[in-house]
Every structure is written in C-alpha cells, then in structure tokens.
C-alpha cells in the first residue's frame, strides 16, 4: 500500500546490489493518468522532484538517486498517463497499422517497451521497477499485467518482490500475517507469484511468523525479508544487508559474483554520523505545504530536509527543523519571538500568493538580525523583493506571479512563459531541469562550490527582471550567479561584510544534494548557522 515505504525499498536493495558492484537502474512507475508529477498538488502528493531532464516526477525518483548516488534519466519515470498519451497519438498517427488498439497487449506493450528500453538506454545489469499502488488497485492492474507477461517471456530475469505490511493491533499485540496472505492470494490472481516478501512492521519478524509467511505465501523463508521501522530511513540498506537480502537475489538471478565490491563501508560511515552527532542546528523552514489535517506534513519537501541533514551531519550536528506557517509572521511581536531562537531560515520553493506577505517579514527580520538565510527559488525571488522593497524603497515592490499591477515587478514572468499562460499550456512548460551558471570571483557561492562554472536543477516560470537589476546591486545586493550569457540571475547573495550568509538561489539545489555528497551551498549555510551559535 501507499507509505509503507516501497520506494525506500527500492532504493535499498538497488544500494545493496550497486554495492555488489553491479550497474543498477531504477524505474518507477505511477499508475495516476497524470502525464507527470509536475500538476499535482504537493500537500496531498508530496514533493515534485526534478530530474535533470527536467522531467517532474514523484519523490521515490528523489530518493533513489539519493540512495544510489546516480543521476537518473527521463526514460526512468512511466506514468499510466505517458503510457495512454502515446498510444492513444500513436494511433490517431494510424501506428498500429489499422489494427483494433486494445489495453491488452498495446497498453501493456508500451509499458514492456518503456522498461526495456530504459534499462537498455542506461545499460544496467540490473532494473528495479517499483510499481505504486496497492494489490488489488484497478489502477495499477495493467503495470502488473505487463510485469506478468515480462516474466513469461524471460522467465530467469524476472523476479517479484513484494513489499507487504503486517499490522500488529495493540489490543492483540501480535503481529497479524493473514494481510500478507491476502495480499499474495489476489497477487496469485493475477497471475504472479512472489519471489521475495519484505516484511514491513512496527517490529522485526522472528523465526515462526517467516515460516509461516514462507508456508502460507508459497516463498522460502530465506526470501521474507523483516523490515522493521527505524529511526533514520538511512538504517535500511543496512537493515536489508543483515538478512543477506543482495547474496539471496544475486542466486536468485544467477547473476555472475563481481569480482569488484564497493560494499557498504561509505555508507556506513555516513549512517554512523548521523548517530555520532552531537550538537544542534536549529532551522526554521517558512513554507505553506504543511497542513494536511491535525499533522504536519513535511513530505512536500523532503529533498530539502534531507540536504539539511546531509550537511548537518557531515558537521556533526543533529539538525532541529522547525515547520513554520508563513501566514504566522504577520504579527510582528509574534515574529521576533519565534524567530530570533534558531540558527538559520530557510524559504523553500513554492507557488501563489498565500503567506508571502509572512514570507517577506521573515526575510527581512533574517536580514535585519543577520541570521543566515537560504532561500530557495521563490525564497531567492522574496529575497530581491523584500531588498527592493525594503533597501531601495519601492514599496509595491513586487514578483507579478502576486501582482501583476505591481509598478515595481522585479520579479516577472519571461515573454515566452507568458505565451504559454496564455495559451493555457500548463504541464511540463516551466524553466525545468539543468541549466549551467557561472559564478562570480570572491563570493560566498564561488567559494562555496569552489569551481566558476555550475549546473542546477530548475523549476520556475519567473525570473529577476533585468530593469531592476543594476539599482539592486547599487544597493548592495550582488548576483553571484548567473546565466552564462548574462542575462538570468542565478543566485543572489549580501556580501560577507554586512552579513554573515543571505544567499538565494533561483535554481534548486536540494535535487543534487546527496547523503555521500552533501550540496555545498547547503554546506555553507549550516556551516554560518553553526557559527552563529558562538
Ligand atoms: N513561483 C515561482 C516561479 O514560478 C517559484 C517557483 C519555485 O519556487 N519552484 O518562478
């Protein structure tokens, strides 16, 4: 089912078997009849992550480039959508050569086709192709279908993992198999045996409960994983290692042993620092996409909490993040009071109008207290209208995304974008994926990096306006980044004299942060945040 962490699974075993020293690839495929996961709102879905491509996809993508330290590709992400637009255009090209296009075998086809060929296009050894959903969903029923007809036809490459839940009811106190059983029962139905169960629960699995998944789902019991909840996400490859999870699929596949084995040890050590840190770094995320009912949901934006932790831990500290509502910071007493306890504040990317104005209050008290601040794309684009604002005194200063009236729009939308408003051609048409900008000498973001030229991950429709930008670096604010032919801003940055770290950037820069390459320029902000504590 949905949250039970199949793409945490996925992106483990992947480590485990990169770690094996074979070239893996993951594809995730979606059953929603969205084209991409650029439309879909992040409070219900969670975070949009951008692949280099630029393509817009579903957070599992995130999270297995994190794991696996790669860069994956278009070809990677299959949405039922993608599959339906192609062969439904396909056909009004007459592609199927007059025949009846039917969902079986032309949907299933298309499917088949898309994970041979990825897994081709990457050369991989190798492919992990996690399907979302539940068992028994109609809306993923062609996926498995497809993954059905995909094992008949090579019938020792293929194997199935299911990822099953056990609840353990408090009243009982036990852990209950008989959900597994099912599970596997209307997986029988459809065609497909189960090679491998991974067990997830509140608790590890003891001996009698994987006998008996193994007796009852037709699996041996070497092949039912336990996966227990843990703290960090990052326990479970580790987790998975123990129960020998790589050597039982690298049998299972006859697959030939490598003689070259990175094995576990980089992870390992990194995994240790989350335990060995010792200090606190307290960041106060300003955002909207939280409230989701009683609970905060932070999944909306996970790769920036995770480029967090990476450089947090990599400094030995335990980041405390705050989820704090923007609308909030329209109360100025309320505001001091809240902010000046952390060490750093950071406004991630975002959409729309609701709490920009709490957004902007925060920025210019991070500013006016110099704490440092990190601002990412819409945080960057606040950032040059709380200076413009604020320092050079255009008052209605503003992005046109708010206010298009605005006399003063130093954030606005570029001619080619506005064409594409108005022609309502919503999905897939933002600034997307990676651009290159070159860095200006003796800034925070050059030293940062460390090297004059950059590529970044992009998700946008407005920039900087260029009219505004001489009279905001007379006023102090500099553009450290910028596009190679001069034109787009990059990154805005105040000057180290006047403050210890105020930097935006119009680019993403959580989507290349990695757990074993921590991002610089998040680097650097924990780095100030730390040194502000003394
Ligand atoms: N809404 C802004 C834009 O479209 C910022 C987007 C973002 O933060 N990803 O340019």
Not at 244 to 263: M, N
Request: aromatic share 8%; charged share 25%.
């Amino acid at each position: 089912m949905s949250g039970v962490g199949k793409g945490i699974a996925t992106a483990s075993i992947g480590q485990i078997l990169e770690a094996e020293g074979y070239k893996v690839n993951p594809i995730k495929v979606d059953p929603y009849l969205n084209v991409d996961a650029g439309t879909m709102n992040p409070t219900e879905h969670g975070e949009v992550f951008v692949l280099r491509s630029g393509l817009e996809t579903d957070q599992d993508m995130g999270n297995y480039e994190r794991f696996m330290n790669l860069d994956l590709s278009a070809g990677d992400y299959i949405t039922s959508g993608m599959v339906y637009k192609h062969v439904i255009e396909k056909e009004r090209n007459l592609g199927y050569g007059g025949k009846c296009v039917e969902a079986i075998p032309h949907i299933t086809g298309e499917i088949t086709r898309r994970i041979l060929n990825a897994a081709e296009a990457n050369g991989s050894e190798v492919s992990l192709v996690e399907i979302g959903g539940t068992v028994g969903d109609y809306q993923n029923i062609m996926f498995i279908e497809a993954a059905r007809v995909l094992r008949i036809k090579n019938p020792d490459d293929v194997i199935f993992i299911l990822v099953s839940y056990l609840p353990m009811p408090s009243t009982i106190g036990e852990m209950k198999t008989r959900p597994t059983q099912n599970a596997v029962r209307q997986l029988n139905s459809y065609g497909v045996q189960p090679d491998f169960i991974i067990a997830r629960s509140t608790v590890p699995l003891d001996q009698k409960r994987k006998e008996k998944i193994a007796i009852s789902c037709n699996v041996r019991a070497e092949n039912v994983i336990s996966a227990p909840d843990i703290k960090s996400v990052y326990d479970v490859p580790l987790n998975f290692a123990k129960d020998k999870i790589g050597e039982t699929l690298i049998s299972t596949l006859k697959l030939q042993p490598k003689k070259k084995k990175e094995g576990l040890t980089k992870w390992r050590q990194f995994v240790n620092k989350i335990s060995n840190a010792d200090k606190e770094v307290k960041i106060a995320v300003i955002g909207k996409y939280f409230d989701s009912g009683d609970f905060v949901f932070s999944d909306a934006y996970v790769s920036v909490i995770e480029a967090i932790k990476f450089s947090a831990y990599n400094k030995g500290a335990r980041p405390k993040l705050d989820w704090l509502n923007a609308k909030d910071f329209e109360n100025a007493i309320l505001k001091a009071a809240v902010l000046k306890k952390y060490h750093g504040i950071l406004v991630p990317g975002g959409f729309g109008e609701s709490g920009i104005e709490g957004k902007l209050l925060a920025i210019e008290y991070a500013r006016k207290n110099k704490i440092p601040y990190l601002g990412l794309c819409y945080g960057m684009q606040l950032m040059v209208v709380e200076y413009a604002r604020n320092v050079l005194g255009l008052k209605e200063a503003n992005t046109s995304e708010i206010n298009p009236m605005s006399p003063d729009k130093v954030i606005d939308i570029m001619p080619d974008q506005k064409k594409k408003m108005e022609d309502k051609d919503y999905g897939g048409s933002m600034r997307l994926g990676m651009y290159e900008a070159v860095l200006k000498e003796a800034t925070i973001a050059r030293k940062a990096y460390g090297v004059n030229k950059i590529e970044e991950r992009h998700r946008h429709r407005y920039e900087v306006n260029p009219d505004y930008i001489e009279r905001l670096e007379e006023a102090g604010l500099v553009f450290s980044g910028t596009s190679p032919d001069g034109t787009l801003m990059e990154i805005a940055e105040l000057s180290k004299k006047v403050h210890p770290f105020f930097l935006g950037t119009q680019f993403h820069p959580e989507f290349q942060a990695r757990p074993l390459a921590p991002h610089p320029l998040f680097d650097a902000f924990i780095a100030a945040a730390l040194n502000s504590q003394k």
